[in-house]
């Protein structure tokens, strides 16, 4: 099994258990919390098995700073969205899992490019609600602008200001979303046309989607315009712009501090 075929089948290993316990008796945060649990440890063990080696940085785990040093180390949020998971009937949650890899010759801390010598390489996002596992390779296609206005997805409990800006920069209206997975892949599935989030998040939010909505050629960045760092020794990583390449000039424009 590759590095994509792995990420892919942790993916659908969490799904699975997630969808079957969604089914179940727990509701609530039980079911939330029973979600992260379970799902944590789907990954985890596929990940133990087949890349016994590898270091892993998860929302769910201890965060081991050993991963600074490594070669490879797999970033994983098992259940993104929890609230709309436990929601027991939205489909906008995710589970994510990245693979982050050191360039050749970058050491911790080096600061050529992105500033930890290394980056996201390979990725799967699993919505299991919608039974899918969407991957870096094969890169997915993003369809073609529908009309009708342009669409900024947004988180649903926690819209921050710059949205409305973007939004208005683009003409065009707020798709209130869970879970930056499903929000970064609405953009990637042609739902959305940018994904806008400021004031708060950690790595495993983004990761994986990020680097799968890179993989279908959509434009990541931070709202400064400046690259998301992955395995940096800190967690935070509070904001991001996801959007059609072609309306990153007008979005930045209007999401950069100081605008
Ligand atoms: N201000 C903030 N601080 C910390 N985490 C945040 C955050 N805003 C969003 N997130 C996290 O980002 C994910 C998507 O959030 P939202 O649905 O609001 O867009 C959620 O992950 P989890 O569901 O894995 O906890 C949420 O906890
Ligand atoms: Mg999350």
Redesign the pocket.
Known sequence: MNDVELAAAAARAAADVLLSLRTGTATGTALGDAGDAAAQRAIAALLAEHRPDDAVLS?EAADDHARLTADRVWIV?P??????YRAGDRHDWAVHVALWERRSGGRAGDAVGDATGGDLTVAAVGLPALGEVVVTDPAPVVPPVPDGPLRVAV????APEVSRAAAAALDGVLVPL???GY?TLAVVRGEADAYV?A????QW?SAAPVAVARAAGLHTSRLDGSPLVYNAADTWL?DLVVCRPELAARVLAAVRPGA
């Open positions: 929302e949020d259940l993104d969205g929890t609230k709309e988180s649903r409990s926690r869970g879970s930056a929000k989030h004031g708060g998040m950690h939010d509070p």
